[in-house]
Each structure stands twice: as structure tokens, then as C-alpha cells.
């Protein structure tokens, strides 16, 4: 049972143009969300996180959006770089009292991003 | 560079075998996690160490356990190694925020 889901295993985007990356996902306990940039033969890198009480954040180039009835997120990257080029992780967790999340992430299974120059 | 640290990189042995993984979260995270990355299996999520103590556990085999040290470093053991425990082992830290950071992972083939 996949509780957070990412169904596009691919996007691939013109620099400069956004890109969209998708994730939806099934437990209602899930309260914080963050995303995550993953590299061939490194761990992932933190991106950028949201908690159920915001529908926005923003970093930079990166904005998660939260749609909480609908039970998804998504990250935009604007405008995309060459060196995005990565697997993009979307992952959820409970939150505690403080907004933050416990720990114990629940992954999806990622979307290869490839931004051609 | 996240600043968690892990070693070795890569791990080559035999089914039936038992190894130790070794994780130094970043200086002053007291929280550690541990995950296993397969190809079908994707990122899951196997036990997590708050300062000593065992905090939460995932779908973690009985096969497996894990200690963190008071000197916060933590070491994931396997034993009686399968050819499907293959994988990448990442160890996680976070600090007051609970934003995870990742090191760079020890590759285990299984033989």
C-alpha cells in the first residue's frame, strides 16, 4: 500500500522554463511534507518542507504547494536549471505539536527530472 | 556535503553473513534514521534513535537492529544477510527542526 505517490516517473523541461512535480498521497494523519533532490551515488538533499497549516512555501527558485483536501502537493521550480537535472522525492510524516515532523518519513518513488539547456 | 557521515561505502559479502553499518550524524543532531533504498522498494523508512533511545520503528527485519552510541554515532547490524537485503543503506540526521539530512549511503551487495 503506497501512501504517497508520485505517478509521473519522468519530466523533462526546457531551461528557464518551470517545472511542475507532482505527489499525491493517501493517510490523512500526514500533517508535514517535504521534498527532496536526489543525485546518482549521493543521499538525498533537503529541498524544502510545508506543514498542513500553510498552502505555500517558498524558497528561491522552489515553491511547494499543499492542497490538503485534495491530498496533494507540488513543487515548482522556476525557472529550471541544467543542474536540476535529479530524482525529486516527495515524502510525508505526522506532525507534532510544534508543526514539525516526527521523523518517521514515508516516501515516494520519485520522478527523474531532466532539464535540457 | 550534509556533514552525516558513512561508512564503509560499499559492502560486498556472502548470504548468511553479518555486517555492521556505521553512521556520525551531523555535530549536534541527537535524532538518527535509518532507511534502506531498493530498486523495487524505493526509500523505506527502518528505525530511528533520539539521543540513546530507540524512538520509532518502521518495517524494520528482526534480522536487523541498530544502537546509537553516547557519542551519538549509530550503527545498523545485519544478519543472516539474503540475496534481497541488496540495497542502499542511508542514515539520516536532524536537529531541532526535524528537516532530515542525508548522508552519502553504503552500498551492500549481497552474494
Known amino acids: 500500500d503506497q501512501q504517497v505517490k508520485q505517478n509521473s516517473p519522468s519530466l523533462s523541461v526546457q531551461e528557464g522554463r518551470i517545472s511542475i512535480l507532482n505527489c499525491d498521497y493517501t493517510?490523512?494523519?500526514?500533517?508535514?511534507f517535504l521534498w527532496y533532490k536526489k543525485y546518482p551515488a549521493e543521499g538525498p538533499t533537503f529541498l524544502i518542507s510545508?506543514?498542513?497549516?500553510?498552502d505555500k512555501n517558498e524558497d528561491g527558485r522552489f515553491t511547494v504547494f499543499l492542497n490538503k483536501s485534495a491530498k496533494h502537493l507540488s513543487l515548482h521550480i522556476v525557472p529550471s536549471q541544467p543542474g536540476d537535472s535529479a530524482v525529486y522525492f516527495c515524502a510525508a510524516d505526522g506532525a507534532n505539536a510544534g508543526g514539525t515532523s516526527y521523523g518517521k518519513l514515508t516516501f515516494g518513488q520519485g520522478t527523474i527530472l531532466t532539464v535540457h539547456p | 556535503d550534509s556533514g552525516v557521515t558513512q561508512t564503509p561505502k560499499h559492502l560486498i559479502t556472502a548470504t548468511g553473513q553479518r555486517v555492521t553499518l556505521r553512521c556520525s550524524p551531523r555535530?549536534?543532531?541527537?535524532?538518527v534514521y535509518w532507511y534502506q533504498q531498493s530498486l523495487d522498494q524505493g526509500l523505506q523508512f527502518l528505525i530511528q534513535?533520539?539521543?540513546?533511545?530507540?524512538?520509532a520503528k518502521g518495517n524494520i527485519l528482526e534480522r536487523f537492529s541498530a544502537q546509537q552510541f553516547p557519542d551519538l554515532h549509530s550503527e545498523l547490524n545485519l544478519s543472516s544477510l539474503e540475496l534481497g537485503d541488496s540495497a542502499l543503506y542511508f542514515c539520516?540526521?536532524?536537529?531541532?527542526?526535524?528537516?532530515?539530512?542525508f548522508g552519502p549511503g553504503t552500498r551492500l551487495t549481497v552474494t
Open positions: 510545508i506543514s498542513s497549516i500553510k
Open positions: 555535530s549536534g543532531d541527537l535524532s
Open positions: 493517510n490523512s494523519m500526514f500533517d508535514y
Open positions: 539520516a540526521s536532524s536537529g531541532l527542526e526535524n528537516e532530515q539530512y
Open positions: 534513535y533520539y539521543n540513546g533511545e530507540e524512538r
